[in-house]
């Protein structure tokens, strides 16, 4: 049976990331495979398997939602001409790509984690790297890679509040597992920005270029920035709160980028401006027509939107019980569910924005429309991608549900493995956090289905609660550069559909070193702390 179970993690693998297939084809094959394994072989009843198909349906809803807020923020910025006054301002900032990565796709992508989270950074901010001048291929691999160290806290802490609530939800508890994340990422996080600028430098650089050279040159400014981040978020989770952690650590660390930055500090005296980009479009320096603050304006207010919603409790609770679109209980079970708190989702702040912008930069909605149904022509091929992704994903979650009493297929993997690998199970947890957010596409799901199991094995072998389950966290953030249904957002954003698989094979490297180095990290922290 355990090669059922495991069928939801390698067919994906297989299908996209050696065969090539697209996701819309790649992922119906998974999730009739599964569908046909859950009926013939998990014995799940029928009405079971037709609510978790109805449930996955539900649940990429709110997915196109914000990836139409996110597609609609790109387009209406580049017809009013912000792209270009938000290109010139980082040019003139610094017209070096590399540093340009750390500042958009890992600080920025980090502060929209932080009060948003379900996928939205790498929306956001893959397409601001493309009118950067990044190709495609590099500015969707790099957004997704970015977004990592920061989901470990990411949408003001719910990976802890949500995740760990049915194993201790105090307070106490997930500030003391939230202070456990930023020690292990003093050991593995902090070389996240090392490892995006690897990844721009040796996997998209042109060819004749000294790529050694290039990525060494900022070595010593990406582990200051790496060190600075992790000490930051060391303090917030020590003195403030885990859920504040995401928020305040990239919205810091931008003020002390942007300061090295302007002092030189740590930074080569060598610049250089275009060598991982296809594009041959001047970057425009001189006097622009509209201001960097009115460019900038509707990603000013989709963040504080975020922030207000997400910190303020009075409006939380009218976003979250007015225009509540969630179906609970499907086909009459209690634990099948689909949310969709319409006013809350990031994709209506996203569309706010979008038409604050316009309102803002040009006087006029003419343009909104005719945008809206664009953006939504280009959607078809990725609603099939995500509906057929979650719907795989649903039978494999629900598949508790079943006439053989067996638990549900990631539960079983999980005791499975735990029982083979207890003796070393410190350098297992980051990959079992990982394993789960690659199938659900979710940090906060995969730590609610395996957090009770990692603490379990914790107890059994005598090692931390709070450390194991720290290293869950990181492990489930790490799964989030190669969750499918992300993949395909972002990928979709930047017109890249039918091009999963490739990006699967550029960001697994990345997550399993995250992964590998919490392990490490952790193993250190249990024989010598």
Not at 67 to 80: D, E, I, R, V, Y
Not at 192 to 198: D, E, K, Q, V, Y
Not at 250 to 271: G, N, R, S, W
Not at 488 to 516: D, F, H, W
Request: aromatic share 10%; glycine share 8%; charged share 10%.
């Amino acid at each position: 049976m355990i090669f059922v179970a495991f069928t939801a993690v390698i067919l994906p693998l297989i299908l996209m990331g050696i065969l090539n297939m697209p996701a819309t084809k790649g992922m119906s094959i998974s999730a009739a495979v599964v569908l046909i394994e859950g009926y013939f072989l998990w014995k799940m009843p029928p009405d079971a398997l037709l609510a978790s198909v109805l449930q996955g349906v539900h649940k990429a809803i709110p997915i196109l939602w914000i990836l139409f807020g996110a597609m609609m923020m790109l387009n209406t910025l580049q017809k009013s001409g912000a792209i270009d006054r938000i290109n010139a301002g980082f040019h003139n900032l610094s017209a070096d790509m590399r540093i340009q990565v750390i500042l958009v796709a890992y600080l920025f992508g980090g502060l929209i984690e932080g009060v948003s989270g379900f996928g939205t950074p790498a929306m956001v901010t893959a397409p601001l790297m493309i009118a950067l001048g990044f190709t495609p291929m590099a500015a969707v691999t790099l957004a997704l890679v970015a977004d990592s160290t920061a989901v470990s806290f990411g949408a003001v802490g719910t990976p802890l509040t949500v995740g760990l609530s049915n194993v201790n939800g105090q307070t106490s508890f997930l500030n003391a597992v939230g202070q456990k994340v930023t020690q292990l990422d003093l050991f593995a996080g902090i070389f996240m920005p090392l490892i995006l600028i690897f990844l721009l430098t040796y996997f998209f650089g042109k060819k004749g270029s000294n790529r050694f050279k290039d990525w060494l040159q900022l070595v010593p400014w990406t582990l200051f920035i790496g060190l600075v981040y992790s000490l930051i978020a060391l303090t917030m989770a020590t003195f403030v709160g885990y859920e504040f952690v995401s928020i305040l650590t990239p919205f810091c660390t931008i003020i002390v980028a942007i300061l090295t930055i302007k002092l030189k500090f740590l930074l080569p005296k060598a610049v250089i401006e275009q060598p991982w980009t296809t594009s041959t479009k001047e970057i425009k320096t001189g006097k622009q027509s509209m201001s960097l603050l009115k460019a900038w304006s509707p990603y000013i207010v989709v963040i504080l939107l975020l922030l207000a919603s997400r910190v303020s409790a009075p409006l939380k609770t009218f976003l979250t019980t007015n225009v509540n679109l969630s179906w609970k209980g499907i086909m009459g079970f209690s634990k099948i569910n689909s949310d969709w708190e319409f006013l809350y989702s990031p994709g209506t702040l996203l569309t706010i924005a979008v038409v604050a912008g316009l309102i803002i930069q040009t006087r006029s909605m003419k343009n909104f429309l005719p945008t809206a149904k664009e953006v939504v022509f280009s959607m078809k091929s990725t609603a099939i991608a995500l509906g057929v992704t979650l719907i795989m994903v649903q039978v494999f979650t629900n598949s508790a549900i079943n006439i053989k009493d067996l638990p549900s297929m990631p539960v079983y993997i999980a005791q499975f493995i735990s029982k083979y690998m207890s003796s070393v199970w410190i350098l297992i947890a980051p990959f079992l956090g990982e394993l789960g957010s690659f199938v659900t596409g979710s940090a906060t799901v995969s730590t609610l289905t395996f957090g009770q199991i990692q603490s379990d094995i914790a107890a059994n072998s005598g090692l931390s609660r709070q450390l194991v389950l720290a290293a869950q966290l990181i492990g489930a953030a790490a799964g989030n550069m190669i969750c499918v249904h992300n993949i395909v957002s972002v990928s979709s954003v930047v017109g890249m559909t039918g091009q999963e698989g490739n990006i699967l094979r550029k960001t697994i490297g990345p997550a399993m070193i995250y992964c590998l180095l919490a392990g490490l990290a952790g193993l250190a922290f249990s024989l010598f702390v």
